[in-house]
C-alpha cells in the first residue's frame, strides 16, 4: 500500500512511514488483528507442549506399539513369502552351477531314472522356460506325465479293492487320467518329439510306459492299442474290472 502523505510504499506491519517519517495509523487494525493472532498462536503451543508433556507415557505406547505392528507385519510378510524367497534363491544357484546340474541330470537321463529327475529338478527349482536350462522344457513336461502314469498306476494296483482314499473308484479315475494325458500328450507332440534333443529318453520312456501297462494292466501291444482307442468310459470300464474286479 502507499503512504497518504508522500505515497511512497509502506508494508502492513510498518509504523512509520520510511520515506516522510509519518506515522501511520493506515495499519493499526492489521497490527491489533496480527498481535492477536501471533498471542493465539502462541497460547496454543504453550498448551500443545503441556498436553504432550502430560501424555508423554501414552504417546511412547503409541508409538511402540506401531513399532510393535511394523516388526510384525515384517515378519509375517517374510514368513508368508519365506518358500518363494528360497525358490528363488534356489533358481539362482541352479544357473550359477549349470555344468554341475546338467552332468547330475545326464546321468539320471541315462539310468533311465526319470523320477529322480524330476525330484532332483524339483528339488533345485530348476527354471526349464528360461536358458540355460529351455532345452529341457519338452523333456521336463513328459516326464511330469510318465511320473504320473507310473505313480497312479502302481498307486491303483497296490491298494486294488481297498481304495486309497475314498473309494476305489477314485484310484481308477486318476489311473486312467494319469495314462490318458501320458500318451495322448506323447502322440500329440511327436513332430516336436522328434526334433527333440531329448527324444531318446522320451522315446524310453514310453516304452517303459508299454511294459507298466502290460505287467500290471495285462495290455499286449494290441490291447493297449485297442485302449487308447477306446473311449473314456470303456478305458475306466477296464480298468475296473482289472483293478478291482468289477
Given at each position: 500500500?502507499?503512504?497518504?502523505?508522500?505515497?511512497?510504499?509502506?508494508?502492513?506491519?510498518?509504523?512509520?512511514?520510511?520515506?516522510?517519517?509519518?506515522?501511520?495509523?493506515?495499519?493499526?487494525?492489521?497490527?491489533?488483528?496480527?498481535?492477536?493472532?501471533?498471542?493465539?498462536?502462541?497460547?496454543?503451543?504453550?498448551?500443545?507442549?503441556?498436553?504432550?508433556?502430560?501424555?508423554?507415557?501414552?504417546?511412547?505406547?503409541a508409538?511402540?506399539?506401531v513399532?510393535?505392528?511394523?516388526?510384525?507385519?515384517?515378519?509375517?510378510?517374510?514368513?508368508?513369502?519365506a518358500?518363494?524367497?528360497?525358490?528363488?534363491a534356489?533358481?539362482?544357484?541352479?544357473?550359477?552351477?549349470?555344468?554341475?546340474?546338467?552332468?547330475?541330470?545326464?546321468?539320471?537321463?541315462?539310468?533311465?531314472?526319470?523320477?529322480?529327475?524330476?525330484?532332483?529338478?524339483?528339488?533345485?527349482?530348476?527354471?526349464?522356460?528360461?536358458?540355460?536350462?529351455?532345452?529341457?522344457?519338452?523333456?521336463?513336461?513328459?516326464?511330469?506325465?510318465?511320473?504320473?502314469?507310473?505313480?497312479?498306476?502302481?498307486?491303483?494296483?497296490?491298494?486294488?479293492?481297498?481304495?486309497?482314499?475314498?473309494r476305489?473308484?477314485?484310484?481308477?479315475?486318476?489311473?486312467?487320467?494319469?495314462?490318458?494325458?501320458?500318451?495322448?500328450?506323447?502322440?500329440?507332440k511327436?513332430?516336436?518329439?522328434?526334433?527333440?534333443?531329448?527324444?531318446?529318453?522320451?522315446?524310453?520312456?514310453?516304452?517303459?510306459?508299454?511294459?507298466?501297462l502290460?505287467?500290471?494292466?495285462?495290455?499286449?501291444?494290441?490291447?493297449?492299442?485297442?485302449?487308447?482307442?477306446?473311449?473314456?468310459?470303456?478305458?475306466?470300464?477296464?480298468?475296473?474290472?482289472?483293478?478291482?474286479n468289477?
Amino acid at each position: 500500500m502507499k503512504c497518504v502523505s508522500c505515497g511512497g510504499e509502506i508494508g502492513l506491519t510498518d509504523k512509520i512511514c520510511p520515506h516522510c517519517g509519518r506515522t501511520i495509523t493506515e495499519t493499526a487494525g492489521h497490527q491489533r488483528d496480527l498481535k492477536k493472532y501471533k498471542d493465539k498462536n502462541e497460547a496454543a503451543k504453550r498448551e500443545t507442549t503441556k498436553a504432550i508433556k502430560g501424555n508423554l507415557p501414552i504417546v511412547i505406547s503409541a508409538v511402540v506399539m506401531v513399532v510393535l505392528l511394523i516388526a510384525i507385519g515384517i515378519a509375517f510378510y517374510v514368513e508368508e513369502n519365506a518358500y518363494s524367497f528360497r525358490s528363488d534363491a534356489k533358481r539362482k544357484e541352479s544357473v550359477k552351477k549349470y555344468d554341475e546340474y546338467s552332468a547330475e541330470i545326464e546321468k539320471y537321463l541315462k539310468a533311465g531314472d526319470y523320477t529322480g529327475f524330476v525330484a532332483f529338478k524339483e528339488y533345485h527349482n530348476i527354471a526349464e522356460w528360461e536358458a540355460p536350462y529351455d532345452d529341457l522344457k519338452l523333456l521336463w513336461e513328459m516326464a511330469k506325465y510318465y511320473n504320473g502314469l507310473v505313480s497312479k498306476v502302481e498307486e491303483a494296483v497296490m491298494f486294488g479293492p481297498e481304495a486309497r482314499r475314498y473309494r476305489p473308484e477314485e484310484d481308477v479315475d486318476n489311473c486312467q487320467g494319469a495314462i490318458y494325458r501320458f500318451y495322448h500328450e506323447y502322440e500329440y507332440k511327436q513332430s516336436d518329439i522328434e526334433a527333440d534333443p531329448y527324444s531318446i529318453y522320451i522315446h524310453d520312456m514310453k516304452e517303459k510306459a508299454d511294459i507298466i501297462l502290460k505287467v500290471y494292466l495285462g495290455m499286449d501291444d494290441e490291447a493297449r492299442e485297442a485302449y487308447l482307442a477306446s473311449s473314456e468310459i470303456e478305458q475306466e470300464a477296464y480298468l475296473e474290472e482289472v483293478l478291482i474286479n468289477e
